[in-house]
């Protein structure tokens, strides 16, 4: 009886932590979001993404596919002023503190009139929900004092496992865009490699077919012998 006494308050702790760690869980959203899309020649097209102020914008872009590799990209304040503007690159990455507002990123792809683009980037937002979060959780908590470990250390622990999860998830999606960019490289080298090697072959063939001509004519007696 007295050891059912000792555990029962350590359990209702451990319950009333557990339940408001779910309820931080639903409160937080991934704020990482990735696109691939195709610009076709001659196009620009724009993105626009509604920020706080005191929050963070990183933007990461790769051209995939597409003849030579690059695209002209450049984002915009909502004030219209423009922060950064890359030509003819294949990829990039861009962080921005920012303010309240709409910014602008576009992929302009007006230089090239024949060949369309394969573009991937990814959205990583930061400090976007700083003020939805609740700073009352520890009324939520009584008798911490009966534990070893507090409850800012779970927290921390916590956060810290999620950020590196959330990079983790990042790192890999570059990863990818890489290996799909390097994919499409050596798929067009293949194409290449083949067309040049059928012209090389079909040359090889006129040539030698010439040669059997030329020395076959050299042996050819042209005179006609009159009875």
Not at 3 to 11: D, E, Q
Not at 110 to 133: G, P, R, V, Y
Not at 148 to 166: C, H, P, Q, W, Y
Not at 192 to 220: D, K
Request: net charge negative; aromatic share 12%; glycine share 4%.
């Amino acid at each position: 009886m007295d050891t059912v006494r000792t555990f029962l308050p350590v359990l209702v702790v451990f319950i009333v932590v557990s339940e408001k760690f779910l309820a931080l869980a639903s409160f937080s959203q991934s704020l990482d979001s990735d696109f691939t899309f195709t610009l076709p020649a001659g196009r620009k097209e724009c993105f626009y993404q509604t920020m706080k102020k005191d929050a963070s914008l990183e933007i990461e872009y790769q051209v995939l596919d597409g003849a030579g590799l690059d695209v002209d990209f450049y984002i915009s304040s909502p004030s219209g002023q423009i922060l950064y503007n890359d030509q003819h690159k294949s990829d990039g990455m861009h962080t921005i503190e920012t303010e309240d507002g709409d910014y602008m990123f576009c992929f302009d792809n007006t230089f090239s009139a024949l060949s369309e683009k394969l573009i991937f980037f990814e959205l990583i937002l930061d400090n976007m929900d700083a003020d939805e979060e609740p700073d009352d959780w520890k009324e939520y908590v009584h008798g911490t004092d009966m534990l070893d470990m507090k409850l800012e250390d779970i927290m921390d622990t916590i956060n810290s496992v999620k950020a590196r999860l959330g990079k983790s998830v990042q790192i890999q999606t570059v990863l990818r865009a890489f290996e799909a960019r390097d994919r499409n490289i050596q798929e067009s080298n293949c194409d290449r490699v083949n067309f040049w090697s059928v012209v090389n072959l079909v040359v090889m063939m006129l040539v030698s077919g010439v040669q059997v001509y030329l020395v076959r004519s050299l042996f050819e007696d042209k005179k006609k012998i009159r009875t």
